[in-house]
Each structure stands twice: as structure tokens, then as C-alpha cells.
């Protein structure tokens, strides 16, 4: 036989008794909501740096005016002083760089007094002077030789008298003037220069004013026997009036020059030599 299932029970329809549970935690008071939501410690250094802008701002501010206030009180005191208010924001001009000291070249040198020209020229302490019996015989003029330690001459003849010699320009070769150098200016009776002339080859200064009554030129002189000489200053009435201030060239009867090497050298070559450039020297220390 079948076993019989139970049948449920039905719900009564009385109420159900509530089963007390455990007693709620009282949670704590949430405070009401105010207009910012920024945390408290964020308006701190919000406060903070705001703080230190406007100290930053003041100390500029300040700053500023004290510097005024200085360049103020400096103006004042200038003008109290008397300074120009124009020139005062100026920026100073430099001062000028001294010049170098130059050195005279005559330093130590000695000094020769022409009795017949009333001139005087300077020349090199170590070079010597000799004197020459008087050209024109008499006791009025002079001649001197001054000689360098190593043999080279310069010729001073006042006045320059006994010329001789002769020559055929047409066969013989001319004196050239290769330079004509600047003088200084002096009392002279024309302006005077400085040439250089050359015979084949062979050079020496010398002191001019005129060649063929012109100023002298480079070029050729048109004269195969040429003595270079300048116009006395002192004796224009005289029958010879010209002076002789050159460097020595020795040229034989038959017009060749002996004792001398210059043709071995340019003109530049010359001109740096240690005596030739003490010769220019003595040529324009002469004054009257």
C-alpha cells in the first residue's frame, strides 16, 4: 500500500511575534555643508604665498625709491657743487692714450759751425772731423771731412772753387739722379733736397737746389761730369757762391770710379746702410 504523503500545514492567521534583534549604533552627527568646499589646510597656503607676493611687491616698491631718492640727493649734490646737469647722465668719454716718447735721433751728437757759411749741421759722436786747407786759399772758407769708423766720408766745402775737368757728354755716360729725398726747411737761398745720383752704378748723396737752373727730377742730368752743390746763403755776391755737402765718390781722369762697391748694390740696398742713413741725417741737421 502506497505510503500517504503529509500535506502542509496551513498559516494561521494570527500575527507573528517580532523577535527582538541587537540595539542600533547612534552614528555621529554629520555637520551641515558651508559655501566652500575647500579643505582648511589649502586656504593656509593659499594665505601664505598671497602673504609673500605682496612682501615680494613692497621690497621691489621700496627698493625703488630709495634708488631715486639716492640718484636725487646725487644730482643735488652735484649741482650744490657746480656740475653740469647736461653732462651728467653722460657716459664719460675716454681719456686719451698718451704718445709713445719718440726718441731724437741726435741725442749725443756734436754740432760743426761753418766759419765761411755761418751754418751749422750735426754729425755722429764717433765719427771724425778733419779739416782741409782752405779751397780758395784764403783764410775765410772751409773744408772738413767727416769719416766714419769704417772709412766712409761726407764732404763739406765752402765755397766750392777749383772745379776742373771736363768730359764729352756724347760718349761718356751721364750722372744720374735715381732719388730726390725731402730736406727740411731752412734759411737757405732756394730749397734745398736730397739726391741720389749714380755714375755707372756707383751712388752718394748729396745736397742740391738746382740742376741745370731746375728743380732737380729723377732722371738723367744730360752731364757726364756733374759736381752737385747748392747756392751759398751767406756770400750770393761772391765770385763762387755754391757749397758741396755730399758723400764721397772717387773718380779717376778717365771717368772711372775706383774705391767704391756701391754698384754692387740696388738703391734700396744703399739707403739701409748704417753710414748712408747717418749721412741723410747730418744733410738734414743743416741750418743756418
Not at 656740475?83 to 657716459?91: G, I, L, S, W
Amino acid at each position: 500500500m502506497p505510503e500517504e504523503t503529509p500535506q502542509p500545514i496551513a498559516p494561521t492567521s494570527e500575527p507573528a511575534v517580532a523577535t527582538p534583534g541587537p540595539a542600533a549604533t547612534p552614528q555621529p552627527a554629520v555637520p551641515a555643508a558651508t559655501g566652500s568646499s575647500m579643505p582648511a589646510k589649502s586656504k593656509w597656503h593659499v594665505n601664505i604665498w598671497f602673504v609673500l607676493i605682496v612682501l615680494i611687491l613692497a621690497a621691489g616698491v621700496g627698493g625703488y625709491v630709495l634708488y631715486t631718492q639716492h640718484q636725487n640727493n646725487s644730482l643735488y649734490s652735484k649741482l650744490a657743487n657746480g656740475v653740469d646737469v647736461a653732462t651728467h647722465h653722460k657716459k664719460a668719454a675716454p681719456k686719451p692714450v698718451a704718445a709713445a716718447a719718440t726718441t731724437d735721433p741726435y741725442t749725443g751728437w756734436k754740432t760743426y759751425t761753418s766759419s765761411y757759411e755761418n751754418a751749422s749741421f750735426k754729425y755722429p759722436p764717433t765719427w771724425t772731423v778733419t779739416k782741409s786747407a782752405a779751397p780758395d786759399g784764403g783764410t775765410s772758407s772751409d773744408a772738413v771731412k767727416l769719416t766714419s769708423p769704417s772709412g766712409f766720408v761726407v764732404n763739406w766745402i765752402a765755397p766750392l772753387t777749383g772745379v776742373g775737368g771736363g768730359c764729352d757728354a756724347s760718349t761718356n755716360p751721364h750722372v744720374l739722379v735715381d732719388q730726390v729725398i725731402t730736406m727740411p726747411k731752412i734759411s737757405s737761398k732756394n730749397p734745398l733736397y736730397m739726391t741720389l745720383l749714380s755714375y755707372q752704378g756707383h751712388k752718394e748723396l748729396a745736397v742740391v737746389d738746382l740742376i741745370n737752373s731746375k728743380v732737380p727730377v729723377v732722371g738723367d742730368t744730360g752731364q757726364c761730369l756733374y759736381y752737385p752743390a747748392y747756392s751759398s746763403a751767406s756770400h750770393l755776391s761772391a765770385g763762387s757762391n755754391s757749397i758741396q755737402f755730399d758723400t764721397s765718390s772717387t773718380v779717376s781722369a778717365n771717368n772711372v770710379v775706383t774705391g767704391d762697391t756701391t754698384d754692387k748694390l740696388t738703391d734700396d740696398q744703399y739707403l739701409v746702410q748704417t753710414d748712408v742713413q747717418n749721412a741723410e741725417l747730418i744733410f738734414k741737421s743743416l741750418t743756418y
